[in-house]
């Protein structure tokens, strides 16, 4: 069978300068690679600025971006976008469209594309859908959160939102929540395929707890959240869960603005003993914080499909996760972890009480934890594809 030619297209995208950023869509896009059936280009958009040099918040790093580069054998073209101060919401996505044009079609005649697959419905699947349009393709578009849960409450984005779904030839949602979602904004249910997020199980896998412990000078019971650090991710909530858990210790692995507000936070509350900022982590140092730590905390307000609760699963590490659409299909037994009853320091605290009450065993967690392969998706991804393209073929046959 003729593999299918992709064009991806996404600003969340790992690159030389932010190696972490959207890795969830190139761990994707790998294990579908991995199959043979697909072939793939990714465009990945970046904002505009200026100088590389210049130290001016996180500006200056999309600035050192290179313009092409290849990650795992897959290439990346990352264009340039205008984002403008106060109107950028709004015009986002016809500014990605606009700076993107000329290189989706390089793209296009020089490898082929027969579908584009797009991430994250709003700016990047409304500008997928122009571009659609002009090059004559089909394209699916996949739903990751904030895309659905946040941005449709603001008027302009909610009627592109609304015009993207209605003019894509498919739907994918990472959770059943988002599936809802979609459908609740005007999408016909039987054009929306809900495929899950799956765990590298060979990646994320247990370690030496011993050796993993005394790395990290851990004694007692310990916990590992990893996240931005944003207010929505809620490092703030389990910083102050802390206060009602003594003996235990917290590690948080992440960066981003919140970072000086944490670590006052921290001082203030005198954990500074026991709860420690270990800055960004790459991917390959995860496990070992995972095997760690007794438990993963989660107190994220909005989550699509929460990646970081698997992988601390196959790592043998059960977590508490915060009540909010997505997590309960992750975490649906004990062996997974718990749902924390409220979603904030006293129900966090209360959940990891509730955990550590009967600690599951650690290869029961990892067990659950193989259930969530990539395969299913991968093969879920392929089938979509194959049917949509089938289905445009014979409307141009018709």
């Given at each position: 069978?003729?593999?299918?030619r992709?064009?991806?297209?996404?600003t969340?995208?790992p690159?030389?300068?932010?190696?972490n950023?959207g890795?969830f869509?190139?761990?994707?896009?790998?294990?579908?690679?991995?199959?043979?059936?697909?072939?793939?280009?990714?465009?990945?958009?970046v904002?505009w600025?200026?100088l590389?040099?210049?130290r001016?918040?996180?500006?200056?790093?999309?600035?050192?971006?290179?313009?092409?580069?290849?990650?795992?054998?897959?290439?990346?073209?990352?264009?340039r976008?205008?984002?403008?101060?106060?109107?950028g919401?709004?015009a986002?996505?016809?500014?990605?469209?606009?700076?993107?044009?000329?290189?989706?079609r390089?793209?296009?005649?020089?490898?082929?594309?027969?579908?584009?697959d797009a991430?994250?419905?709003y700016p990047?699947g409304?500008?997928?859908?122009r571009?659609?349009r002009?090059?004559g393709?089909?394209v699916?578009i996949?739903?990751?959160?904030?895309?659905?849960t946040?941005?449709?409450?603001h008027?302009i984005?909610?009627?592109?939102?609304q015009?993207?779904i209605?003019?894509?030839?498919?739907?994918?949602a990472?959770?059943?929540a988002?599936g809802?979602?979609?459908?609740?904004?005007?999408a016909a249910?039987?054009?929306?395929?809900v495929?899950?997020?799956?765990?590298?199980?060979?990646?994320?896998?247990?370690?030496?707890r011993?050796?993993?412990?005394?790395?990290?000078g851990?004694?007692g019971?310990a916990?590992?959240s990893?996240?931005?650090?944003?207010?929505?991710?809620?490092?703030?909530?389990?910083?102050?869960a802390?206060?009602?858990?003594?003996g235990?210790s917290?590690?948080?692995?992440?960066?981003?603005?919140?970072?000086?507000?944490?670590?006052?936070?921290?001082?203030?509350?005198?954990?500074?003993e026991?709860?420690?900022l270990?800055?960004?982590?790459?991917?390959?140092?995860l496990?070992?914080?995972?095997?760690?730590?007794?438990a993963?905390?989660?107190?994220?307000?909005r989550?699509?499909?929460?990646?970081?609760?698997?992988?601390?699963?196959?790592?043998?590490?059960?977590v508490v996760?915060?009540?909010?659409p997505?997590?309960?299909?992750?975490?649906?037994?004990?062996?997974?972890?718990v749902?924390?009853p409220?979603?904030?320091?006293?129900?966090?605290?209360?959940?990891?009480?509730d955990?550590f009450?009967?600690?599951?065993?650690?290869?029961a967690?990892r067990?659950?934890?193989?259930?969530f392969g990539?395969?299913?998706?991968?093969?879920g991804?392929?089938?979509?594809?194959r049917?949509?393209?089938?289905a445009?073929?014979?409307?141009?046959?018709g």
């Amino acid at each position: 069978m003729t593999p299918i030619r992709l064009l991806t297209y996404t600003t969340l995208y790992p690159n030389a300068e932010q190696p972490n950023h959207g890795i969830f869509v190139e761990n994707r896009l790998r294990h579908l690679l991995a199959t043979g059936e697909a072939t793939a280009t990714v465009l990945a958009p970046v904002p505009w600025f200026p100088l590389a040099g210049v130290r001016f918040g996180g500006w200056g790093r999309y600035a050192r971006v290179p313009g092409r580069e290849s990650r795992h054998g897959i290439a990346i073209t990352h264009p340039r976008y205008p984002v403008i101060p106060r109107i950028g919401m709004s015009a986002a996505p016809f500014l990605l469209a606009a700076a993107t044009d000329a290189p989706a079609r390089r793209i296009a005649a020089a490898s082929g594309c027969d579908l584009i697959d797009a991430h994250y419905v709003y700016p990047d699947g409304v500008a997928a859908v122009r571009l659609a349009r002009r090059l004559g393709r089909p394209v699916v578009i996949t739903a990751r959160g904030s895309d659905l849960t946040q941005l449709p409450d603001h008027a302009i984005p909610r009627r592109l939102i609304q015009g993207a779904i209605r003019q894509a030839d498919a739907l994918i949602a990472v959770s059943a929540a988002l599936g809802r979602r979609l459908v609740e904004l005007g999408a016909a249910p039987e054009r929306v395929a809900v495929l899950r997020n799956g765990v590298d199980t060979a990646a994320f896998r247990p370690v030496d707890r011993t050796a993993a412990r005394a790395a990290l000078g851990l004694t007692g019971p310990a916990l590992i959240s990893v996240g931005a650090l944003i207010e929505r991710k809620g490092h703030h909530r389990t910083i102050a869960a802390m206060a009602a858990l003594p003996g235990f210790s917290l590690l948080i692995a992440g960066e981003g603005p919140m970072r000086d507000a944490l670590q006052a936070q921290i001082g203030q509350l005198g954990l500074g003993e026991r709860v420690r900022l270990l800055g960004p982590r790459p991917h390959a140092d995860l496990p070992a914080l995972y095997g760690a730590a007794d438990a993963s905390v989660l107190a994220s307000s909005r989550e699509g499909w929460a990646n970081v609760l698997l992988e601390s699963m196959a790592c043998g590490t059960p977590v508490v996760a915060s009540d909010i659409p997505g997590n309960p299909e992750v975490v649906q037994e004990r062996a997974a972890g718990v749902i924390a009853p409220q979603n904030t320091p006293e129900g966090i605290a209360a959940g990891v009480r509730d955990l550590f009450a009967a600690l599951p065993d650690r290869q029961a967690t990892r067990a659950y934890a193989e259930r969530f392969g990539w395969e299913e998706t991968s093969r879920g991804q392929l089938s979509l594809f194959r049917r949509v393209l089938a289905a445009r073929a014979s409307a141009a046959g018709g």
